[in-house]
């Protein structure tokens, strides 16, 4: 985990071109160090992690199709609405939706855990859940989720699953610094362009 951290850090530094754009090999290259981390939240999370990983692979696929063309995150998008193909359920618009939406979870979860040292993880997750996922999830998921959440670790023990000994709170610092602007930025992207669907799933 402290590897993840450090790498993330490091790569968010190269996330973006010398215009400023998000390039989309390195951004997937980020969101998938949240994989460990998910990981460390039990087996219940499992599915969280293949939703993740699976919106990752969409929009990896997507990529790979024009490499050139694509090199731009935003661009996958901005082509399919060019199209009319956003609002359907395989588009890599709601790919990013969802994975942008599982991102601020684990950012906020980590953030709960990094201001509060007396937060149980219990706290952390549903406090993180209420104000990222949980708005968005229908009673089905919603049921799902919380009791995957049931089954979190103990606070000591995720630590201890982070591995990172004294420098965990300030890697977490740091990544948390990194990562919360990068997510801000595809956040206002899809508000902007009206790709925020709030349809409960």
């Known amino acids: 985990m402290a ?10 530094g190269v996330v973006k071109d010398a215009s400023g754009r998000i390039q989309t090999e390195p951004f997937l290259n980020v969101a998938r160090l949240l994989l460990p981390i998910i990981d460390k ?49 395989d588009s890599c618009a709601k790919g990013l939706l969802w994975l942008k939406r599982a991102m601020e979870f684990v950012l906020g979860l980590l953030r709960q855990l990094h201001d509060d040292d007396e937060k149980s993880m219990s706290q952390a997750a549903n406090e993180a859940y209420a104000s990222t996922l949980q708005p968005f999830h229908g009673m089905i ?9 049931s089954w979190l670790p103990s606070r000591e023990a995720f630590f201890s699953k982070l591995d990172a000994g004294a420098d965990l709170k300030p890697s977490m610092k740091l990544f948390l610094d990194c990562m919360t602007p990068l997510v801000q930025e595809v956040h206002n992207f899809l508000v902007e362009n009206d790709l925020n669907d709030k349809t409960p799933v």
């Not at 990529?63 to 399919?80: G, H, K, P, Q």
């Open 41 to 89: 939240l039990g087996v219940t999370f499992y599915p969280v992690k293949q939703d993740v990983s699976g919106n990752i692979e969409r929009l990896g696929r997507r990529a790979r199709e024009d490499a050139v063309r694509y090199a731009c995150l935003f661009e996958i998008v901005t082509t399919e609405v060019a199209a009319g193909k956003h609002e359907q359920s």
């Open 3 to 12: 590897s993840a951290l450090g790498t993330a850090i490091a790569l968010v």
């Open 141 to 149: 998921t919603y049921g799902v989720f919380t009791a995957a959440m």
